[in-house]
């Protein structure tokens, strides 16, 4: 995890422009670079490294004596770069994971370039020698980019939003402030002023196909057919590969752990392959709650099952609305579930931060999406709506859970990986009949559990447990996060207020009074960027007017 910021064509001095870039020192406080372009007096890079493969030749912009012509600023992981490197006999200048994209760039152009790479990136690229630069964001966004594109073709990247937000540019009016989209590339033409011109912009893959890497993949070969056996054989293998080839790293690994199923099954996993691969240090687990928070009793299950070096945070409410102004500073957004639940992940960060040497995070978002885990999945009218909004969500991903994941991690300057949401493993479970992949007996998520059903890697209640929301496991049943944040915020917002609620905030107008304080609280940070999500996260196929699944009436708690 790192941070990346380029200028293309400023008509601002670059030495008032790289302040924008310190906005983003969290997500690489190892080194920092900022370098101007040769010939292009305007244009330059900036680089803030956390250092996680190759400490010694691992700062950017990237660049090898084979190919003086380019750069390249990236931010993430390329999990199959020693394959590609000896299946195509590149000859390597560094042992960085980004040197492939150098190399499979002059061979083959961007876009294959692209689709070969298995991992989570958002790269920069140029070729100084065509005048080109291209841009490219891995298929579910795990790693963020903004853009920054005025009318006279001044180009502006970086990791986050707040690195562009004051940007000096010759516009008068307010210029778009957009994330790139997950899955795409795109090229521009670099003008000898500097400036730019967009002349390309394609998708590379999306997530209902198996990715062209896949042919480079080290998975042996799957089952064929849709026998339930065969397909459960399939998933723990694909799930199993996804956590392998994330042990990428020079930095310590740990694993956050709820106490759900899908951290569960990360964090026993992880565990299994760390000993395998005999690291020299036990896995560290981290859950979050209160004293009597479901998931805080869970985890400390899970985390005795599988033999981690457990630790537990204790979480107030009186804690989390205090840390709420610099999570949504972090955040960027303004959507209430994902600012409820990035609030006990940005201090379970902090924690792992201030206390711990782990860096390298695993987490299990993305499967909730994926296998359909939402309890509003149960009131789904058919299997096929099901499926479509199964794709839908993870289409989004990078608005809501995915962003709420970076960055609460990354403002502690931990590196997140989430295997569930591996380009191989999506594919594949998005391939299986749509009747498949439907909550069964009441169970959501039915076949993963199924799937790992008799391995004794998790205990058979956490296997079996009902889904509990991230925000909501972090409390008891009997009074809520959620709820002791609307508590507070009712003595902050009044009537009046709200009245006024759709002509202050026309886009997204606030519909309660948390909503309205949240955006308060985003506004002074960001005014003007509404934009930013195109509408709040809510449950489908069910009157909701509140996005906590505790609200539904379908929610059925575990034994609190």
Known sequence: MCGIWALFGSDECLSVQCTGAMKIAHRGPDAFRFENINGFTNCCFGFHRLAIVDQLYGMQPLRVKRFPYLWLCYNGEIYNHRRLKDHYEFEYQTRMDGEILLHLYDRFGVE??????????????????????????????????????????????????????????????????????????????????GKVTSIQLDRFHICTEE??????????????????????????????????KRLMAHRRIGCLLSGGLDSSLVAATLVKLAKEKQLPYPIQTFAIGTEDSPDIAAARKVAEHIGS?????????????????????????????????????????KYIHDKTDSVVIFSGEGSDELTQGYIYFHKAPCPKR??????????????????????????????????????RFTAYYLSLPEEMRTPKDGVEKHLLRDAFKGLNLIPDEILWRRKEAFSDGLTSVRKSWYTSLQEHIESEVNDSQMEKAAKLFPDNPPTTKEGFFIRQMFEKHYPGRSGWIPHYWMPRWIKACDPSARTLPIYKPDQD
């Not at 609305?321 to 500073?329: E, K, Q, R």
């Not at 960027?332 to 579930?337: A, C, L, N």
């Not at 995915?402 to 931990?414: K, Y």
């Open 112 to 193: 294959k370039m692209a689709y070969l790479l298995d991992g989570v990136f958002a790269f920069i690229l140029l070729d100084t020698a065509n005048r080109k630069i291209f841009l490219g964001r891995d298929t579910y966004g795990v790693r963020p980019m903004f853009k920054l594109l005025t009318n006279d073709g001044f180009l502006a990247v970086c990791s986050e939003a707040k690195g562009l937000n004051q940007i000096t540019h010759s516009m008068t009016e307010p210029v778009e402030i957009a994330p790139f989209p997950p899955g795409h590339f795109e090229v521009f033409d670099l003008k000898p002023t």
């Open 211 to 244: 990715p062209k890497h896949a042919i480079h993949d080290n998975t042996r070969m799957l089952g064929t057919g849709f026998a339930l056996e065969t397909v459960k054989s399939n998933i723990r293998l694909l799930f199993e590969n996804a956590v392998r």
């Open 309 to 349: 070096e457990h630790h537990e945070v204790n979480f107030t409410p009186e804690e989390g609305i205090n840390a709420l102004d610099d999570v949504i500073f972090h955040l960027e957004s303004y959507d209430i579930t994902t600012v409820r639940a990035s609030v006990g992940m940005y201090l379970v960060s």
């Open 386 to 423: 099901a499926a479509e909004e199964s794709v839908r969500l993870l289409k989004e991903l990078y608005l809501f859970d995915v962003l709420r994941a970076d960055r609460a991690t990354a403002a502690h300057s931990l590196e997140l990986r989430v295997p569930f949401l591996d380009h």
